[in-house]
């Protein structure tokens, strides 16, 4: 990740140059189309992964009561997709996700208008909350509360926005920069 | 009255329909959507009984009833008459439009679906009771007057005519929000009926009012902001015949006529009005006189005759007011007669230059009669309802006063010029001369026939019926001060108006006839002129929006951030100079954890200062945002804590992903000498010095105001007491971050969030589109910008 200048920079003094990486992070293989891969990082992140989601969903519904909500909740589970990428590239974020991130980030905003909006339809003012407390044979009594839907919407907005930065940001440079290797060859 | 309040729902949610609609059934979405203002002007109707009974009815939909903001609806007089017009006049327009686009035109639904709308913001206009539903669908009237001017955009002529209609009136529509609320502030209430009864005074409302009359004399083409009504006549004509003759246009005048019984007696009000519109009717005149082309010799027509209509309701007494009530009516009818005839002639002839057209008043015997009533309405030739309107008109200002006898000697000039050129329009259209060839067209069916026939026949109607119309006129002008013996009729005996009259239609034939005006030679000065004026005026505007931001926008980051900076220490450091700083009272330290946190975080602080590698800066400052978030723990902020770790977390990666595209080492140019320079002499140059300044300057004030800021606290606020006490029982959380976050201020939430998403949108777009133009080049290390703190912000 640290780019291609690994040797010393040309006006070689210790002042200019202490920082500059004396060996690489990770011993990777280039696979295919230029990519660094390491198998060690990629398994070892497969398996964390399923993990970190449910964490993700753990700090989504924990949120009312202690640390977490949808923006923390979201973030993990963003951070999840981040792993993915850094360990794969573009084809393993592929392989775990194949909504397109704008769609999420417009269901996110939905969810949380139509949550604000939907007491309305009920004769409330906008923006009410509501508290459930039903009964059920095996969990006991459970608490819901309707904000939670707000929650969901900001969860689901930030993993998509996350998921847009690693399109952008990510694999779109990553592309650009697969385009110009091919164009210089 | 809760029907009409879904009738202006109907249009739309029909209008959402239509384009969808247009699929299958093509130009005929026209004659469905018609049926909106057609089923909107029949329960109107109902209502009339009430009306004319007693008390005008209103309904009220609370909106956000926690800020105040309701929709009331309000069915008197002066709204009674205008959803006539705008329902009546709407659905033949609606009709005879089915006829008028090609039958296989792709912008049908489009274009069905705008009118349907507009149809409904103008009924919500004219019944709106409160001054902020008001203004939202006269901007509504106006975004569908842009966006039908400017059709598909395809002509260069059509998007700059949608643009000057759209820059002018939305200016003035601006102007008028502001009037609104201040007098809406001073009244004590946004209620119009409530402002109209009970005015408020004071200079603020003087100010208001004329604030007000901005958007009245934008809307309705006044001097000097008229030529964008005529430039919108590249519309087609049914659009023409409706928002810029019959409705929107009327809106600006409707507005002056609403607040008129409250106002009418300020020299505020009725000096520009009566001066303005006085103006505008000669020059309109004039104007319509030397035009070739129908429309726009309706076009400065329907200028003149707005500025008639806004002298009569500016000028604040009875009969003045009930003229322009019934002239308000005959306008709307006999002006969307004649464009749809003009629009009749253009189809069938393929042209509406009066030089061109011959012999059509043979061919076509019906319309050309229809289109005589309209223009005999218009010219005020008895028995129409024109001419009844006009007499009022005369008899409101035939009073031996100096400012009546002005009005008066306006009024008559300005009439005869309205005799001539309906004169020009009818010979022209259907006269035969000596020139062209006479034209052979296709008879024009019975749709365009039956369109022109209603209004033209219902002017005639009006005309003896007058009664009829002041029934509801003398409703309106009941508000307004001044004698109550005159009636609205077509035979007051032998009087000074019908003197007058017969002056008028004389005189008219008679400039007609010489065609003196149109002879006259048509110079004004440069800067007189008021298209040029808002070329110019648009001209520097873009000329000052260019210069400002090529002063403002350098596109250099380390310039942003100081001003950034300098203005954060500027502004609150005054403040705080100002009222002195207050003792701050806290203890050094409240754990031992925070000792080791705090030297993470002052090494990584310093360390920055020596990275030479972008990747090494950034994870320096990862560091320094770790070391916070652990103090925020440290603190038992865990939420805060816990957001921090992972948004550092992200902007870490974030920052990784972009440094792929950057060289790794800061920019450094080289200086002259680099080799004599030993190792550990100061790095900063000449230049960087200031960038040091600034940089030490905002830390050090930032360090002190978080210190002050956090040491003068001396108990938890209100506001967050009443929270946590509140979490568990109104929210049922135990968490009290989260349930302010999406409970308490939800509403602030949602706004944040959608930020987020334009923003991330935005940030994203920019990217993605960077990486199709290809041969863009990166920034290279000489510039001082690199793209990666385009993600910082």
Redesign the interface.
Same mark, same amino acid.
């Given at each position: 990740?640290?780019?291609?200048?690994t040797g010393p920079?040309d006006?070689g003094?210790?002042?200019?140059?202490? $920082?500059?990486p004396k060996q690489q992070w990770l011993r990777a293989e280039h696979g295919p189309p230029g990519w660094p891969r390491s198998l060690l990082l990629e398994v070892a992140v497969r398996v964390v992964f399923p993990t970190v989601l449910v964490l993700s969903l753990y700090l989504l519904f924990v949120?009312?009561?202690? =640390?977490?909500?949808?923006?923390?909740g979201g *973030?993990?589970a963003?951070?999840a997709f981040?792993l993915r990428y850094?360990a794969g590239g573009s084809v393993e974020l592929a392989a775990a996700v194949r909504i397109k =991130? =704008?769609a999420l /980030?417009g269901t996110?905003?939905t969810v949380?208008?139509v949550t604000?909006l939907a007491p309305l339809a009920f004769g409330y =003012?906008?923006?009410h909350?509501e508290?459930w407390h039903p009964h059920l044979p095996v969990l006991g009594e459970l608490?819901i509360?309707s904000?939670?839907f *707000?929650?969901i919407? /900001?969860y689901l907005?930030i993993v998509g *926005?996350?998921l847009?930065?690693? #399109?952008?940001?990510?694999a779109?440079?990553e592309? #650009? $920069?697969l385009?110009e290797e091919e164009a210089s060859r | 009255m809760r029907h009409v309040l879904i009738a202006i729902a109907a249009h739309f949610v029909v209008a959402a329909m239509l384009p969808v609609a247009a699929r299958w059934w093509g130009r005929r979405v026209f004659a469905v959507g018609a049926v909106v203002p057609a089923v909107a002007l029949v329960l109107a109707l109902t209502e009339l009984g009430t009306l004319l009974g007693g008390e005008p009815a209103t309904e009220s939909v609370a909106w956000a009833t926690g800020i105040g903001l309701e929709f009331t609806v309000r069915l008197d007089a002066l709204a009674m008459l205008m959803t006539l017009l705008v329902s009546g006049i709407g659905t033949v327009v609606l009709c005879y439009f089915a006829r008028y686009a090609g039958p296989d035109e792709p912008g049908s639904g489009r274009d069905a679906a705008l009118m349907v709308v507009f149809a409904g913001a103008m009924l919500g206009l004219v019944l709106a009771d409160d001054v902020l539903s008001l203004y939202v669908f006269w901007e509504i009237t106006t975004v569908c007057s842009f966006l039908l001017v400017g059709g598909a955009g395809d002509s260069d002529e059509a998007r700059r005519s949608a643009k000057q209609a759209l820059v002018v009136t939305v200016l003035g529509g601006l102007a008028m929000l502001l009037g609104l609320i201040v007098l809406g502030v001073a009244a004590g209430t946004f209620r119009v009926s409530e402002i109209v009864a009970d005015p408020p005074g004071g200079a603020a409302v003087t100010a208001a009012v004329a604030l007000i009359l901005a958007g009245v004399v934008t809307k309705s083409a006044q001097v000097p902001f008229h030529p964008w009504l005529p430039a919108a006549m590249v519309a087609p004509t049914p659009v023409s015949a409706y928002l810029h003759a019959a409705a929107m246009v009327k809106a600006g005048v409707y507005l002056a006529a609403r607040f008129a019984p409250g106002f009418a007696d300020r020299p505020v009000f009725w000096v520009p009005l009566v001066a303005l519109g006085l103006w505008t009717m000669v020059l309109g005149g004039v104007r319509a006189l030397r035009q070739h082309d129908l429309k726009l010799l309706l076009a400065y027509g329907t200028i003149s005759q707005l500025g008639f209509l806004l002298v009569l309701f500016g000028a604040g007494t009875y009969t003045a007011a009930l003229a322009g009530a019934a002239m308000l009516l005959a306008h709307g009818l006999f002006k969307s007669a004649l464009f749809l005839t003009a629009g009749a002639v253009d189809k069938g002839t393929g042209t509406r230059d009066i030089r061109e057209l011959s012999g059509l008043g043979r061919r076509w015997p019906v319309l050309a009669t229809l289109a005589g009533l309209a223009a005999a309405s218009m010219a005020g030739v008895p028995p129409l309802v024109g001419f009844v309107g006009k007499e009022a008109a005369l008899k409101a200002f035939s009073h031996a006063e100096p400012k009546d006898f002005v009005v008066l000697a306006g009024l008559v000039g300005a009439s005869v010029l309205t005799v001539a050129y309906s004169l020009r329009f009818l010979v022209g259209a259907f006269g035969t001369r000596a020139g062209p060839e006479p034209v052979r067209p296709k008879a024009p069916g019975a749709v365009f026939t039956g369109a022109v026939a209603l209004p033209a026949l219902a002017g005639l109607v009006l005309g003896p019926g007058a009664a009829w119309v002041e029934a509801l006129a003398a409703r309106y002008a009941d508000a307004l001060p001044g004698s109550r013996s005159y009636h609205l009729a077509l035979w007051h005996g032998l009087s000074l108006p019908l003197l007058l009259s017969a002056v008028i239609l004389a005189g008219g034939y008679a400039v007609y006839r010489s065609g003196v005006v149109a002879g006259m030679p048509g110079w004004v000065p440069g800067p007189l002129q008021a298209q040029r004026g808002y070329d110019g005026t648009v001209t520097g505007l873009h000329a000052l929006a260019h210069g400002l931001t090529g002063r403002v926008q350098t596109g250099s980051l380390p310039v942003y951030l100081g001003i950034i900076l300098l203005s954060v220490v500027a502004a609150p450091g005054t403040m705080l100079l100002l009222r002195g700083v207050p003792p701050v009272d806290m203890p050094w330290s409240r754990s031992w954890l925070q000792l080791p946190l705090a030297l993470i975080v002052l090494a990584a602080a310093a360390a920055v200062l020596r990275a030479r590698r972008r990747l090494t800066a950034v994870l320096l400052t990862g560091m320094i945002g770790y070391g916070i978030g652990g103090l925020f723990l440290v603190h038992g902020a865990i939420d805060l804590a816990l957001a921090q770790f992972l948004v550092e977390t992200l902007t870490l990666v974030v920052f990784v992903l972009v440094l792929r595209r950057l060289p790794p080492p800061f920019a450094r140019p080289r200086r002259e000498g680099a080799g004599q320079r030993r190792p550990g002499q100061p790095a900063l140059r000449r230049r960087e010095w200031p960038k040091a300044m600034i940089a030490v300057l905002g830390g050090t004030f930032v360090a002190l105001l978080a210190t002050v800021f956090s040491g003068s606290r001396m108990r938890l606020p209100e506001a967050s007491s009443a929270y946590v006490e509140q979490a568990k029982p109104d929210a049922g959380a135990t968490n009290v971050v989260n349930a302010i976050l999406i409970d308490f201020r939800a509403f602030d939430t949602i706004g944040e969030i959608t930020v987020l998403v334009v923003a991330a949108t935005g940030a994203a777009s920019l990217a993605l589109a960077a990486g199709r133009t290809r041969h863009r080049s990166m920034p290279r290390a000489e510039q001082d910008q690199p793209e990666g703190e385009e993600v910082r912000r």
């Open positions: 990740m640290t780019g291609s200048g920079v006006n003094s210790e002042w200019e140059s202490w $920082d500059v949120g009312h009561y202690a =640390p977490g909500g949808g923006f923390s *973030l993990v963003g951070l981040v850094v =991130p =704008p /980030i996110g905003l949380t208008v604000a =003012p906008a923006l909350s508290q608490s509360v904000s939670l *707000l929650d919407g /900001i907005l *926005l996350v847009d930065l690693l #399109r952008s940001l990510g779109g440079i592309t #650009r $920069d385009e | -």
